[in-house]
C-alpha cells in the first residue's frame, strides 16, 4: 500500500474515533474502527498478509457477524454496561454479548459472573450493599501480608439495588486497606479514562440496546455460584428458560440469538426444549485437551446430540507446523470434518503479544513476539480453521479484519 493512503487512514479514523464513540446512539451504518487496527498492522512482519491489510483503502467500514463483542469493548470501557456495548457496536460488532446473572429477585443481569461486583462494581464503597455481600469487604494486613477480601453476588442484592451500582474495569487492589484503593488495581495496558460512567443493565435493557443498534445477540448462561435450585424452587432449568422467554418476549428472531453456556447440559436444555432457539445454542468448550476432548469421534458425538456450533479458546484451535507456522490443530479439523461451526475467543484480552500472547496464545507462543502477530492468528482461524466468528476486547480489530477480506455485511 502507499504510505499516503495508510497515514490518510489512520488519520480519518483518528478523527471518527474523537468524534463517534462519544455519542450515544451511533448510526449503526457508521462504522468507526479508530486507529488501533492500524496500528497493528504497522507492527506485523512484512509479507503478504501485511500487504493486503496495509493496502484496505475501504473508505466506510460496515459491522460484521464475524466480530463479536466479548462483553462489549472491555479492552478500555467497563464491562457489560451500555457505554461498553456502544462503543462495540460503534466499532462494528455485528454480535454483542450479554452475559447472564440473577439477582437476589430473580431478575437477571448482564455480568461476567454471579460472584463479580466486587471488582466489576462500586459495590464495596456502598456500605449499606457491601454489608450485604457474601463476603463483606475485609482490609488487607500489609505488616502480616494478608490480602484483602471480598466476594459480592448479584444474588445477594435486589434488582433496585443492583441498578444503584456504577460499573468499572475489572479489577482490584489485594493489598487495599480501604474500599476505595481495592477498587484500584487496572492493568496498565488497559485504562480508567473511560470510568466516570459505567451504566448497569439488565438483560432485558440489553436486548432493547441491542435492538436499537442494529445488532444481534449472544447471551451467556452463567454457571450459578449459590446451591440451585435458588432458594429452594428456581432452578438451572428455569434460569435457562427464562433466559430464553425474554427474546420471545421482545419479539427477536431465534436466528439473531446465539445463546451460549459452557455447561453442555445447558445447551442440550436448549436443543430440546426451545428448538428453535437451540439450532444456535453455543458449547463453550472448555474441556481439558485431550485424546479423548479433540477426537473425531467427540466431535461427532456432539453433533448426533444436536450441538451445531462449539466454541473453545482459541489456542486449542491452533498449533505450529514443522516449520514454526500456525496451523489449524487436531481439535480444530476435527470439529470441521464432524460439520461443527467454530467460534473462537478471546482476542485483545491478553495485553500486549510481544512476550509471546500468554494463556489465549499458549500452543502457538513460539510463533508471536510482536502485537502485529495478532492479525495473523486473526488470518488463521479465518481462512484455515474457518471460524464464524471471533469475541474481542477491541472488535474494531476484527472489523477491520472482516473488511479487508470481504467478510463484512454478509451475516450468518
Known amino acids: 500500500m502507499k504510505l499516503n493512503t495508510f497515514v490518510n487512514g489512520l488519520l480519518a479514523a483518528v478523527t471518527l474515533l ?3 464513540l ?6 449503526k451504518d457508521s462504522i468507526q474502527i479508530g486507529p488501533r487496527p492500524f496500528w497493528l498492522v504497522a507492527d506485523m512482519d512484512e509479507g503478504p498478509l501485511k500487504e493486503r491489510l496495509q493496502s484496505c483503502d475501504l473508505k466506510q467500514f460496515q459491522s460484521s457477524d464475524f466480530s463479536i463483542g466479548h462483553r462489549g469493548a472491555p479492552l478500555q470501557f467497563p464491562e457489560h454496561t451500555r457505554e461498553s456495548y456502544i462503543a462495540a457496536a460503534r466499532m462494528g460488532a455485528g454480535i454483542l454479548e450479554c452475559d447472564v446473572a440473577f439477582t437476589k429477585d430473580r431478575e437477571l443481569v448482564c455480568r461476567h459472573a454471579q460472584n463479580d461486583l466486587h471488582t466489576t462494581t462500586n459495590i464495596v464503597a456502598v456500605p449499606e450493599l457491601n454489608a450485604k455481600c457474601t463476603q463483606p469487604f475485609e482490609p488487607a494486613d500489609p505488616e502480616k501480608g494478608t490480602e484483602a477480601r471480598a466476594e459480592c453476588r448479584t444474588s445477594d442484592i435486589t434488582l433496585a439495588e443492583f441498578r444503584t451500582l456504577e460499573g468499572k474495569m475489572d479489577a482490584f487492589n489485594p493489598m487495599a486497606t480501604t474500599p476505595e484503593d481495592y477498587l484500584g488495581g487496572t492493568v496498565d495496558w488497559r485504562t480508567d479514562l473511560y470510568t466516570s460512567r459505567g451504566t448497569l443493565m439488565t438483560h432485558r435493557e440489553s436486548i432493547e440496546l441491542f435492538k436499537s443498534l442494529g445488532v444481534k ?6 454457571s450459578p455460584v449459590v446451591e440451585m435450585p435458588f432458594e429452594g424452587d428456581y432452578s438451572k432449568q428455569d434460569y435457562a428458560r427464562q433466559i430464553i422467554q425474554d427474546y420471545v418476549d421482545a419479539g427477536v428472531k431465534p436466528q439473531d440469538v446465539w445463546p451460549q453456556s459452557f455447561n453442555l447440559e445447558d445447551v442440550l436444555f436448549w436443543v430440546n426444549e426451545t428448538p428453535e432457539f437451540g439450532r444456535q445454542a453455543v458449547f463453550l468448550d472448555q474441556e481439558e485437551l485431550m485424546p479423548e476432548t479433540s477426537s473425531l469421534q467427540y466431535m461427532e458425538n456432539l453433533e ?11 489456542w486449542k484451535m491452533l498449533t505450529l507446523d514443522d516449520n514454526g507456522d500456525i496451523v489449524p490443530s487436531a481439535y480444530a479439523n476435527n470439529a470441521r470434518n464432524a460439520g461443527l461451526d467454530l ?3 478471546t482476542v485483545e484480552r491478553s495485553g500486549p503479544l510481544a512476550e ?7 500452543t502457538v507462543t513460539d510463533a508471536i513476539n510482536n502485537d502485529g502477530d495478532l492479525f495473523t ?3 488463521v482461524l479465518a481462512q484455515d480453521v474457518e471460524v464464524i466468528g471471533i469475541f474481542s476486547d477491541w472488535p474494531a480489530t476484527t472489523t477491520f479484519y472482516a473488511n479487508c477480506m470481504g467478510m463484512a455485511g454478509k451475516g450468518r
Do not use: H, M
Open 304 to 314: 448426533s446430540r444436536g450441538v451445531n456450533i462449539i466454541a473453545p479458546a482459541l
Open 217 to 222: 445477540f449472544t447471551p451467556e448462561l452463567k
Open 22 to 27: 462519544a455519542q450515544a446512539s451511533p448510526d
Open 343 to 345: 467460534i473462537a475467543w
Open 18 to 20: 474523537s468524534t463517534g
Open 377 to 379: 492468528v486473526i488470518d
Open 356 to 362: 509471546g500472547g500468554g494463556w489465549y496464545f499458549q
